[in-house]
């Protein structure tokens, strides 16, 4: 009998420290896929650093350099950098005491 609730006991905390936090990571990378617009800035799991053109079914369109434009698959977007389309950018404010 003690047998059997070392295994329950073994199983529920592989249950907590494996299985659950990869669920969670998995619904995390869907919802950032599902949340992609054009003109958000996003980095690839490769390292590359763009903003997205257009958006098709299973890739994006990301514009890497002024008029070099590569196809990228949705799942490896790894993070989006901004929120907001890149010109729509308020301009900073300067500070008082600082220089120009």
Do not use: C, H, N
């Not at 997205?52 to 002024?66: H, M, P």
């Not at 950098?81 to 890149?86: K, N």
Request: hydrophobic residues 45%; glycine residues 8%; charged residues 25%.
């Amino acid at each position: 009998m003690g047998g059997y609730i070392f295994i329950i006991v073994i199983l529920i905390l592989m249950w907590f420290l494996l299985i659950r936090p990869q669920r969670r990571r998995q619904q995390d990378s869907q919802r950032l896929i599902a949340s992609l617009s054009v003109g958000q800035e996003i980095v690839t799991a490769g390292g590359l650093y763009g903003t997205i053109t257009a958006l098709e079914e299973d890739e994006a369109r990301v514009e890497i350099a002024d008029g070099i434009e590569v196809r990228v698959a949705k799942r490896a977007i790894a993070g989006v950098l901004s929120e907001d389309d890149p010109d729509e950018l308020p301009e900073p404010e300067e500070t008082p005491g600082t220089l120009p």
